[in-house]
Nanobody, 125 residues
Framework: QVQLVESGGGLVQAGGSLRLSCAAS????????MGWFRQAPGKERECVAA????????YYADSVKGRFTISRDNAKNTLYLRMNSLKPEDTAVYYC??????????????????WGQGTQVTVSS
């Protein structure tokens, strides 16, 4: 099993930047594909970025391409999401998630086994 704890959310003005972190417990972090999801009020949870076990393959939703960067440090058991040029529509609770299937990344929420508690990101206009 793995436990995930997000941090780094907050209130930022449009055009600003934030970096989210997700600290994972356990010794097998490097075996998991990882993803960042977000959920705004009244909307479905969506994958904004995902990364495979080594960090060599990544996925981005069209809405965040060129603005967000997902990365991981397996030595530190930590997943990151760098968010630049933030927009009000990026406002949501952001969750990190881990999938134990095969180390690949996935972008469907039902393919993830473990979830963090979420961190709020609010972008003001």
């Amino acid at each position: 099993q793995v436990q995930l704890v997000e941090s780094g959310g907050g209130l930022v003005q449009a055009g600003g930047s934030l970096r989210l972190s997700c600290a994972a417990s356990g010794r097998t972090f490097s075996r998991y594909g990882m993803g960042w999801f977000r959920q705004a009020p009244g909307k479905e949870r969506e994958c904004v970025a995902a990364i495979n076990w080594s960090g060599g393959s990544t996925y981005y939703a069209d809405s965040v391409k060129g603005r967000f960067t997902i990365s991981r440090d397996n030595a530190k058991n930590t997943l990151y999401l760098r968010m630049n040029s933030l927009k009000p529509e990026d406002t949501a609770v952001y969750y990190c998630a881990a999938t134990s299937y095969d180390g690949s990344y996935y972008y469907m929420a039902n393919e993830y086994d473990y979830w963090g508690q979420g961190t709020q990101v609010t972008v003001s206009s």
